[in-house]
């Protein structure tokens, strides 16, 4: 599969410490996506996702489903934030 998995991450809200600085922001994962690679990559990210998301400010996953044979294309962590219009399309 030439596909590479993405995730689309839930904007980061600033939280701050009793000192009042701002702490570490937690990195959410809102749904996970595949996208075609570029063109002329095996590891860079085209422009968009299977259902059409721009992947600009997604994260790339190094979770690759070539690595893991027989298994979902996507990490099993992140089965409930599958998109499920990106797994019809694979699933097709």
Do not use: Q
Request: aromatic share 6%; charged share 25%; proline share 10%.
């Amino acid at each position: 599969m030439t596909e590479i998995v993405v995730y689309e991450l839930v904007k980061p809200a600033a939280t701050r410490s009793a000192s009042g600085t701002p702490d570490e922001v937690e990195r959410r994962v809102r749904r996970v996506h595949a996208a075609p690679a570029a063109p002329g990559s095996h590891t860079a990210v085209g422009p968009r996702t299977l259902c059409g998301k721009d992947t600009f400010a997604m994260e790339t996953s190094h979770w690759k489903p070539s690595d893991h044979p027989g298994e979902p294309w996507y990490p099993a962590e992140y089965a409930s934030l599958v998109c499920t219009d990106c797994n019809a399309v694979i699933e097709t």
